[in-house]
């Protein structure tokens, strides 16, 4: 069971980086008040370019930095439909995740046998060496890829861009209120834009971190929805990157227990007709394809939730979120 525990622990911190870097791009876009529901779109489209600037290459680095630009790319358009053509914002974020699907399906079907050497697992520099060895939690703590410090890092300087920062706090401004902001001389249209895009690349680098980390191949719609629970975790973390990374945890260990329950086995041992019926139920749970949806059974549970907190007022959610804004003239 300590062995399970360890391998469920480590493989939860990798699967939590990708929700963590596409929610916090998530959260930034939506801060300034663009909803960007082409997440899904755009980590595949981080994950393909990654992973096939990394073959040829041979350069990890420089895959996670085509999944960077990959996914700012795709932000891009959306940053346009939506600021500058005030496009509705639910279309064209559908619209992104379609065309990032199945512009990666048709053209990632070559790269689908190559395979690489991704990022690999690197103690903390100093101490990591130390206290790897510690039951349980040394290995899941302190040996990890690089992509999985970057993650964590990302989350408290998120958390001071947005709240101390000049730039951070015009943001917030400018997804609250932006005829006020314009009004204070803010760039509205300058910094959605930048949001959005920031967003997008924050996207692009979880999809890299899923071909080149995470899994170390690539497979059309190798993202699996995890996208979509990146956009359902703002909503749990109430627009705040410290419950963000608590949420993407929650979220990174179920989606590491699928892949770990066929080392579970758990019985009664009466033949009871009611240990009978225990067992068929354990055996339902435990069945890999049912624990395949438990990720989303999840989101749905957290829209539920966010709808019931948005009747009562109590939502934080940006007061000017999926408003288009337009400068009147005289």
């Known amino acids: 069971m300590t062995g399970f525990l360890a391998g469920l622990l480590n493989a939860t911190v990798s699967a939590a980086t990708v929700f963590i870097l596409a929610g916090l791009g998530e959260l930034i876009s939506e801060r300034a008040g663009v909803l960007n529901l082409g997440v899904e779109g755009m980590m595949l489209s981080g994950a393909l370019g990654g992973f096939i600037v990394t073959v040829v290459t041979g350069s990890t680095w420089l895959g996670l930095l085509a999944g960077i630009v990959a996914g700012m790319a795709l932000a891009s358009i959306h940053a346009f439909l939506c600021i500058s053509l005030k496009a509705n914002q639910v279309i064209s974020g559908v619209m992104l995740t379609l065309l990032g699907t199945g512009l990666t399906t ?33 290995v899941a703590l302190f040996r990890n890829t690089p992509t999985d410090y970057i993650a964590l890092a990302l989350v408290p300087i998120t958390w001071y861009f947005l709240n101390y920062s000049n730039i951070g706090l015009e943001l917030i401004s400018v997804g609250e209120d932006p005829e006020m902001a314009d009004t204070m001389g803010v760039a509205v249209f300058k910094l959605r834009y930048l949001a959005v895009i920031i967003g997008g690349g924050f996207a692009g680098a979880a999809g890299a971190h899923l071909s080149l980390a995470f899994s170390q191949l690539w497979v059309p719609g190798m993202t699996a929805g995890r996208g979509w629970i990146a956009v359902a975790l703002v909503i749990f973390a109430q627009w705040t990157p410290s419950r963000m990374l608590v949420g993407a945890y929650l979220f990174g260990m179920l989606d590491a227990l699928q892949l770990r329950s066929q080392a579970l086995s758990f019985s009664v041992g009466s033949e009871t007709p009611l240990a009978g019926l225990i067992n068929a139920t354990i055996d339902f749970l435990m069945n890999g394809q049912i624990m395949a949806t438990y990720p989303y059974l999840a989101t749905i549970l957290v829209l539920s939730y966010a709808v019931i907190r948005t009747k009562n007022d109590r939502l934080a959610v940006p007061s000017a979120l999926l408003e288009s804004y337009s400068r009147e003239t005289d």
């Open 106 to 138: 048709f053209y990632g079907s070559r790269w689908v046998e190559n395979s690489i050497d991704g990022f690999s697992e690197v103690s903390i520099p100093l101490v990591g060496q130390y206290l790897v060895d510690i039951p349980v939690i040394g």
